[in-house]
C-alpha cells in the first residue's frame, strides 16, 4: 500500500525467470495478501471512527482482490495456488504472530510501515520479472490511496497526545527487525527467491554484498515511512 520512493534503486534483471521462481513469487506474495486483508478487518473493528473504519475496510477491501488475482494467475500458471503459497505460511504466520497490534494505532502503523517492508521485498524481485508479470506485482503494491488518511489518522492521534510519539515509534522498530528477518528466512529458505533478488535468474548463488545493499534500501524506505508520521526510525 505504500508508494514511498527507495533511496537506491534496485537492480535491473534480465526479465528471464524460472517458472518455479515466478510461483514462489506470487505464492508469497499472495499469502501476504491474504493475511493482510484479514488482519486490516481486525483493525477496522478496532478503530474509533467510521472514517478510519471505512479506510481500513476500503484496504481490505483491496487486499482481498489482489489476492484473487495473484491466485487467478497462478492457476494460468498451472499451479495449485494453496501448493504455492503453503512454503510461505510459517514465515508470514510468524511476523503476524509477533507483530499483533496492541491498538488500532498500532494497527495503522503496521499496515504502512510494516506492510510497507514486505512490499518493497516484493519488488526487489519484481524489477526481474517478464513485463506482463512484472505489472502485476507492481499493481497488486501500488495501491497507496488510503495512505494519507493512515498518515493524518496518526499525526492526529500523537498531536493529541505527544507521549503516544515514543510507544508507536518503538512499534516501528520492531516491526522493521521482524520483516527483515523473514525476510532473510524467506531468502535462505527459497533459493529462487534469493537467486533472482541478488542476480536477476536463477543459478548465481547468494551475493552477499547484494544481499546487504539490499536490505540497506529497504531500511531507507522504512525511516521515510516513519519520518512521514513523524515518527523516529
Known amino acids: 500500500m505504500t508508494g514511498d520512493v527507495v533511496s537506491q534503486e534496485p537492480p535491473q534483471g534480465s526479465g528471464t525467470v524460472d517458472q518455479g521462481a515466478l510461483a514462489d513469487l506470487f505464492g508469497a506474495l ?52 494453496e501448493e504455492a503459497m503453503a512454503p510461505f505460511v510459517p514465515a508470514i504466520r510468524a511476523y503476524h504472530d509477533r507483530t ?75 516491526l522493521v527487525g521482524e520483516a527483515i528477518a523473514q525476510t532473510q528466512y524467506v531468502m535462505v529458505e527459497r533459493d529462487s527467491l534469493a537467486s533472482v533478488i541478488v542476480g536477476g535468474g536463477l543459478g548465481s548463488g547468494l551475493d552477499l554484498a547484494e544481499f546487504g545493499r539490499m536490505i540497506t534500501r529497504l531500511t531507507e524506505a522504512h525511516a521515510a515511512r516513519m519520518q512521514r508520521l513523524g515518527l523516529t526510525a
Open 100 to 174: 499483533t497490534p496492541s491498538d488500532w494505532l498500532e494497527g495503522l502503523v503496521k499496515a504502512y510501515v510494516g506492510d510497507g517492508i514486505a512490499r518493497d521485498f516484493y519488488r526487489e524481485v519484481a524489477v526481474h520479472l517478464e513485463p506482463l508479470d512484472r505489472a502485476l506485482v507492481e499493481q497488486v503494491l501500488g495501491d497507496g490511496d488510503q495512505d494519507d488518511l493512515v498518515v493524518a489518522s496518526v499525526t492526529e492521534a500523537i498531536e493529541k497526545d505527544p507521549r503516544l510519539a515514543g510507544r508507536l515509534a518503538l512499534w516501528g522498530r520492531r
Open 30 to 81: 499472495a499469502y501476504a495478501e491474504l493475511t493482510a486483508s484479514l488482519q486490516m478487518a481486525a483493525d477496522a473493528a478496532r478503530a474509533p471512527s467510521i472514517p478510519v473504519q471505512s479506510a481500513l475496510g476500503r484496504m481490505m477491501t483491496v487486499e482481498f482482490g489482489q489476492f484473487e488475482r495473484l491466485t487467478a494467475r497462478l492457476a494460468e500458471l498451472g499451479r495449485d495456488p
